[in-house]
């Protein structure tokens, strides 16, 4: 499975961005779509998780701010974000995994990953 993440980009606080991340290859093995991120100097932290059946949790963080979704036809899983504020600076990456329950370094795929600059 191959994940191509982009989507990413400067914004100003309070600004929308959103995050796209097609996948090929494998993909009938996948159940769960994820969004982590990493931000200088901290650790990578989940942001938003989808199953096959359109089950979602989200980081709090990022709740009422964030929405995941998924295209089964394209194949594809988007992050919309909005209200975006500057502590949400970081690398996005998009990761998959055949089990649901899977998180973090567990994830079978991963993408690489795509820049979000919030400005203050």
């Known amino acids: 499975v191959q994940l191509q993440a982009s989507g990413g980009g400067l914004v100003q606080a309070g600004g929308s961005l959103r995050l796209s991340c097609a996948a090929s290859?494998?993909?009938?093995?996948?159940?769960?779509m994820a969004w982590y991120r990493q931000a200088p100097g901290k650790q990578r932290e989940l942001v938003a998780s989808?199953?096959?059946?359109?089950?979602?949790i989200y980081a709090d963080s990022v709740k009422g701010r964030f929405t995941i979704s998924r295209d089964k036809v394209k194949n594809t899983v988007y992050l919309q974000m909005n209200s975006l504020k500057p502590e949400d600076t970081a690398v996005y990456y998009c990761?998959?995994?055949?089990?649901?329950?899977?998180?973090?370094?567990?994830?079978?795929?991963w993408g690489q990953g795509t820049q979000v600059t919030v400005s203050s």
């Open positions: 290859g494998s993909i009938f093995s996948i159940n769960l």
């Open positions: 990761a998959a995994d055949p089990l649901p329950w899977r998180v973090g370094d567990r994830l079978n795929y």
């Open positions: 989808i199953t096959s059946g359109g089950s979602a």
